[in-house]
T-cell receptor
Framework: AQSVTQLGSHVSVSEGALVLLRCNYS??????LFWYVQYPNQGLQLLLK??????LVKGINGFEAEFKKSETSFHLTKPSAHMSDAAEYFC??????????????FGQGTILTVHP | DTAVSQTPKYLVTQMGNDKSIKCEQN?????MYWYKQDSKKFLKIMFS???????INETVPNRFSPKSPDKAHLNLHINSLELGDSAVYFC???????????????FGPGTRLTVL
């Protein structure tokens, strides 16, 4: 079984400030981890992914995330927030094996607000 | 060209009616999914099809019946609609979803279903 917990349903930052969105996961198999962004009234867009290899992964729009197995975490960061980053962000895990064939399990989402 | 498309974008209907949502992907993927996003923005997988075969069925009421006429299409038919079916339904597709594989999923724009 897999699960994802995103700490903080709402995060508010000032433009130019560091963005940190927290994600912890639980997985009985080596996880594949994803961050998706959803802008209002739109579908989900993949920001970045971790499958194997380098634990620090870079994505689009200046975002990056670090896979920390010991902490079962995959926190999303961006050094300097931009107004256009305001959206809802979803962390997701996939194990890809057996009955979880292709299944993504999502966290509850974190709404990011960016103030001028 | 839209990679994953859904029709209709909005669907308003009365309780008890039967409705369908269509999904098409032009990415050449062999796995397609339906997700439900409820009013609290929680995303949960409903079904997954691989090469027209049902792979995942997440204890969804049997009023929901997915149909995949070919691997580029996955439609969702809902019988006897209930108030609780109101949600945004997202279609997604990926290249593979088998054991141990990495499955980046591409999402459609969503269909907002409102049951009155």
């Amino acid at each position: 079984a897999q699960s994802v917990t995103q700490l903080g349903s709402h995060v508010s930052v000032s433009e130019g400030a560091l963005v940190l969105l927290r994600c912890n996961y639980s997985s009985s198999v080596p996880p594949y981890l994803f961050w998706y962004v959803q802008y209002p009234n739109q579908g989900l867009q993949l920001l970045l992914k971790y499958t194997t290899g380098a634990t620090l992964v870079k994505g689009i729009n200046g975002f990056e995330a670090e896979f920390k197995k010991s902490e079962t975490s995959f926190h999303l960061t961006k050094p300097s927030a931009h107004m256009s980053d305001a959206a809802e962000y979803f962390c997701a895990v996939s194990g890809g094996g057996g009955t979880s064939y292709g299944k993504l399990t999502f966290g509850q989402g974190t709404i990011l607000t960016v103030h001028p | 060209d839209t990679a994953v498309s859904q029709t209709p974008k909005y669907l308003v209907t009365q309780m008890g009616n039967d409705k369908s949502i269509k999904c098409e992907q032009n990415l050449g993927h062999d796995t397609m999914y339906w997700y439900k996003q409820d009013s609290k923005k929680f995303l949960k997988i409903m079904f997954s099809y691989n090469n027209k075969e049902l792979i995942i069925n997440e204890t969804v009421p049997n009023r929901f019946s997915p149909k995949s006429p070919d691997k580029a299409h996955l439609n969702l038919h809902i019988n006897s609609l209930e108030l609780g079916d109101s949600a945004v339904y997202f279609c997604a597709s990926s290249q593979a979803g088998g054991a141990g594989s990495y499955n980046e999923q591409f999402f459609g724009p969503g269909t907002r279903l409102t049951v009155l």
